[in-house]
């Protein structure tokens, strides 16, 4: 149980254009699901927290206007890379809760590369 | 261009001997702590986790502890096998009434590579 699934698993894109990522719980609902972003080497930043039917929450530094989120549903989470850059290129992950408590276990997602040419 | 950021240390062990992987944590109030493993172009995998009111568990092959005094947290793996060869990070999840309940904050890092 407790499967997160991404879509795409990978994409290349020309600089300036949108690409939109999903976040898929597939077998639980989830009130919460966050969004990282990875660089080669480093660990996993927090992006933003997103509630579903809620706007979402960005972290320091990350501009809500470039990624936009939507959580739709309870099963159902997006992040769209708006005018994409290169620095845009990135490993992004997503991961769900299964439970509104603090503290509870989240499950990544495979993550999705960008990469912005 | 060029990636700038810390490069993850590395844990070199030979196959069948035990790992140890070390972890500082920021927060002496966060409550709950879980190690995860990633491996190449992969999601984070969960592997245990540990509540602040334990300071040992132990899963199948692992075991995770934790010392509250000095911020620190372990990752124990038993008989160590090629499969094992990942990048392995801790993270700790904010408690309750701080501004970022709920949140996983994780650790730089650390490339495990078990030899044959």
């Known amino acids: 149980g407790a499967v997160v699934s991404q879509h795409p698993s990978w994409v290349i894109c020309k600089s300036g254009t949108s690409v939109k990522i999903e976040c898929r719980s597939l077998?639980?609902?989830?009130?919460?699901m966050f969004w990282y972003r990875q660089f080669p080497k480093q660990s996993l930043m927090l992006m933003a927290t997103s509630n579903e039917g809620s706007k979402a929450t960005y972290e320091q530094g990350v501009e809500k206007d470039k990624f936009l989120i939507n959580h739709a549903s309870l099963t159902l989470s997006t992040l769209t890379v708006t005018s994409a850059h290169p620095e845009d290129s990135s490993f992004y992950i997503c991961?769900?809760?299964?439970?509104?408590?603090?503290?509870?276990?989240?499950?990544f997602g495979p993550g999705t590369r960008l990469l912005v040419l | 261009g060029e990636s700038v950021g810390l490069h993850l240390p590395t844990l070199s062990v030979q196959e069948g001997d035990n790992s140890i992987i070390n972890c500082a944590y920021s927060?002496?109030?966060?409550?709950?702590f879980i190690w995860y493993k990633q491996e190449s172009g992969k999601g984070p995998q969960f592997i245990i986790d540990i509540r602040s009111n334990m300071d040992k568990r132990q899963g199948q092959r692992v075991t995770v502890l934790l010392n509250k005094t000095v911020k620190h947290l372990s990752l124990q793996i038993a008989a160590t096998q090629p499969g094992d060869s990942a990048v392995y990070f801790c993270?700790?999840?904010?408690?309750?009434?701080?501004?970022?309940?709920?949140?996983?904050?994780f650790g730089q890092g650390t490339t495990l590579q078990v030899k044959p």
């Open positions: 927060n002496s109030a966060s409550d709950y």
């Open positions: 993270a700790e999840n904010m408690p309750p009434g701080s501004s970022n309940t709920g949140k996983l904050i």
């Open positions: 077998d639980f609902q989830a009130t919460t």
């Open positions: 991961s769900a809760e299964t439970s509104g408590r603090a503290g509870e276990t989240q499950y």
